[in-house]
């Protein structure tokens, strides 16, 4: 079982910046892949970023060169660094986990159907 966490949303200006944070507690897996979903209000979740037990990375169109996904691998903890945020980055960000995924089995695509653990989801809101 795993349990995701996230913290850090909030209100900010566009142009502005704020970091999510995803704290993993559970049983411990030799590898573990992540991700950052969000949904904005009345669309579907849709795939922001994800990093895989190797660390490699990858990033929705939208969000590349903005925002950055990495992780500690000590603390148990999965973050989301973004930057220049746009109104149409307001959305509920959750974070989401899959276990047992070394290559050739790690997600290939920001699918939400990759990813069978999910947190509560922390509210992001970009508004002069």
């Known amino acids: 079982v795993v349990f995701l966490a996230e913290s850090g949303g909030g209100s900010v200006q566009p142009g502005g910046s704020l970091k999510l944070s995803c704290a993993r507690s559970g049983d411990r897996y030799y590898s573990v892949c992540m991700a950052w979903f969000r949904q904005a209000h009345g669309k579907e979740r849709e795939g922001v970023a994800s990093?895989?037990?190797?660390?490699?990375?990858m990033y929705a169109d939208s969000v590349k060169g903005r925002f950055t996904i990495s992780k500690d691998n000590a603390k148990d903890i999965l973050y989301l660094q973004m930057d220049s945020l746009k109104s149409e980055d307001t959305a509920t960000y959750f974070c989401a986990a899959v276990v047992g995924c070394l290559p050739p089995s790690q997600p290939t695509t920001l699918g939400v159907n990759e990813y069978n653990h999910w947190g509560q989801g922390t509210k992001v809101t970009v508004s002069s």
């Open positions: 990093i895989d037990a190797e660390g490699f990375t």
